[in-house]
């Protein structure tokens, strides 16, 4: 019998960069007692974004850190900057990465690969607390 | 009672850029009648795409396509220009940002946050009319 | 009647770049029974990642390959490089793209648009077999 189960998960990052949360994640979808289906992760927020990476070498970690701060600097031409000159970085990084990510879930687990972690991205320096939407559909 | 509920929506953006059509999904999802459960939009075209993002500054929204035709640039040594210089640069960053988006519904609403809006990202100039895929399922 | 169907299909690209598996899609969905619903794609890794993106000009793949080859460029200064050279741009390359894909199905099949596939977009040499997660819930 197919239901569902939802939750906002409060996730407040220590600093800005990426901030990993599978643990979370895992908790709902066992917490739920549905054992497949379609578990989905969405970001309430336009200053930070998820994703899936790399969960086990830091350097990696550091690495996609340096590079959207690289691509997406504070100190560019913004017109926007309301919020100081982490503002428009933070838009920037958070449209090349994601707001939202949907995962299958097999026998009480989302399908994760061996390496692959599930992230805040956090873009504010000040890393205000977060709000991300939980859903899962399955039985 | 879990059931689904889905159609296609047409969209011409008045100019290249950000248009914003949040009220025209809120619409589908309250004529649905389903309160709670997973939204899905999918943009059925590659030279125009999806972007969750600020709906309040104008100023972002400019600063955001102004960031996107400097990475992805018209006149960039390009192989493949078929329907002129805004051709290859559509399908840049139309993979930079997304073809879909999912979103959890709740009492009728999708789970946007305060400062979000669902944006169609038109990389084309003439604006042809776009279709959008929107399928809800849900109880 | 809703209800599920899943698999995990292994791919194997041929070599770096864009690899098309739209037609093994459209396999799965056809022997899946479910006319509609909604199709979830997802990589179980973090060297590879999907996309979806013009299906007809050969010219159009290989641009998109040589701009992320480019943003994203082998020889950057990273810290990590575990696996050689092309270990840290194929988790940039990943990161700038998405790791998941859900397409609205419609009459037996995903509502792509004329001109969209759906692709593999591996990031590593050595083309290693992936994992792509299948899930579709519908009736």
Redesign the interface.
């Known amino acids: 019998m197919?239901?569902?189960a939802?939750t906002?998960l409060p996730i407040r990052a220590s600093r800005a960069g990426l901030h990993e949360f599978t643990n979370e994640v895992l908790d709902f979808v066992a917490g739920s007692g549905i054992r497949?289906?379609?578990l989905?992760i969405?970001c309430?927020?336009?200053s930070a974004s998820l994703?899936?990476?790399?969960n086990a070498?830091p350097?990696?970690r550091?690495?996609?850190e340096a590079?959207?701060e690289r691509?997406?600097p504070e100190g560019?031409a913004?017109?926007?900057d309301?919020e100081g000159p982490d503002d428009?970085p933070a838009?920037?990084r958070?449209?090349?990465?994601?707001?939202?990510?949907?995962?299958?879930v097999?026998d009480g687990k989302p399908?994760?690969?061996t390496?692959?972690g599930i992230f805040l991205f956090e873009h504010r320096r000040n890393t205000p607390e977060r709000?991300i939407?939980?859903?899962l559909?399955?039985?």
Do not use: N
């Open positions: 197919l239901r569902q939802s906002i497949d289906g379609l989905t969405f309430r927020h336009t994703l899936i990476q790399e070498a350097a990696a550091r690495d996609l590079y959207f691509i997406a560019g913004y017109e926007h309301d428009m838009h920037l958070a449209a090349l990465t994601t707001t939202q990510l949907s995962i299958p097999k399908v994760l690969g390496w692959q709000e939407a939980l859903h559909i399955g039985e």
